[in-house]
């Protein structure tokens, strides 16, 4: 993850703050404020080892019930803009028992209400966060395995958005001392998986091109639902869109393409 100590930081969903707190010991960056979804009674009462206190000791404002789907949110920042906005290992919140689940996953999957939530992320902080003379990155780190990389993260994640996808680069968090990844809404820690920061913004960015892949199965002849190819031969592709895995891969966007459509409906009126 690539940082410049002179950039103003928001990071987001930052369950027990301690990526904020580690990200601040690590680069004390020129401005910072860390946010988290819970209250500060629930943060306290959910993880015995939070940065809460070591945050707000340092002075850096620490922001509760801040959640990146809700407008009203973003709206709470007075007029502070970032150059960057970092959401580190984003996922839902777990439901509170099999009915709540039932209820909240009849008309989406879990892989689209998480599509759902980074979607949702990226336009809120380009539209109302980032500064518009600045670099206006978003950040969004995630492991690469099931079933994160089923989220098409680079390949369909801003449809329809100002934004485009720029590039990876491996997250060393080792960089970042003190830094726990936790389970979602479970005060244990989750074991240190390779992970991958994904980067987008409205601008390209020629500081950061040089660092940043991008991936050969975002380009033609090749399947970036899949992450497949190149295909050898029209009979090859065949094979491939006719595949089980392919398929379903094929439902899951096809989930994903009819909640943007009622998300976008929504947000028209």
Not at 148 to 168: F, M, Q, R, T
């Amino acid at each position: 993850m690539y940082l410049n100590p002179n950039w103003r930081i928001l990071t987001v969903g930052d369950g027990d703050l301690s990526f904020s707190h580690a990200l601040y010991r690590a680069i004390k960056p020129k401005k910072l404020i860390a946010s988290t979804y819970d209250d500060e009674h629930t943060i306290k009462t959910k993880y015995t080892d939070n940065a809460f206190s070591d945050l707000t000791d340092n002075k850096v404002t620490v922001l509760t019930h801040f959640d990146v789907t809700n407008k009203d949110t973003w709206r709470r920042l007075n007029n502070d803009t970032f150059d960057v906005i970092i959401f580190q290992f984003p996922l839902i919140p777990a439901f509170a028992g099999k009915t709540a689940f039932v209820e909240n996953t009849q008309k989406n999957s879990l892989n689209t209400l998480n599509r759902a939530l980074l979607h949702q992320f990226i336009k809120y902080a380009c539209e109302l966060a980032l500064d518009k003379s600045g670099p206006m990155l978003c950040y969004i780190t995630s492991k690469d395995v099931k079933p994160y990389l089923h989220w098409n993260i680079e390949g369909s994640l801003v449809a329809g958005l100002d934004a485009s996808y720029l590039g990876k680069i491996p997250f060393d968090i080792s960089k970042f001392p003190g830094y726990k990844i936790r389970n979602v809404d479970r005060d244990k820690h989750v074991k240190d998986t390779s992970g991958i920061t994904y980067i987008f913004s409205p601008k390209s960015n020629a500081d950061l091109k040089s660092i940043l892949t991008y991936p050969d199965y975002l380009t033609d002849n090749h399947c970036a639902l899949c992450r497949a190819g190149p295909f050898h031969g029209n009979e090859d592709h065949q094979k491939h869109i006719n595949a089980k895995k392919h398929q379903q891969m094929l439902a899951l966007e096809h989930e994903w393409k009819n909640w943007l459509t009622h998300f976008n409906n929504k947000e028209e009126l």
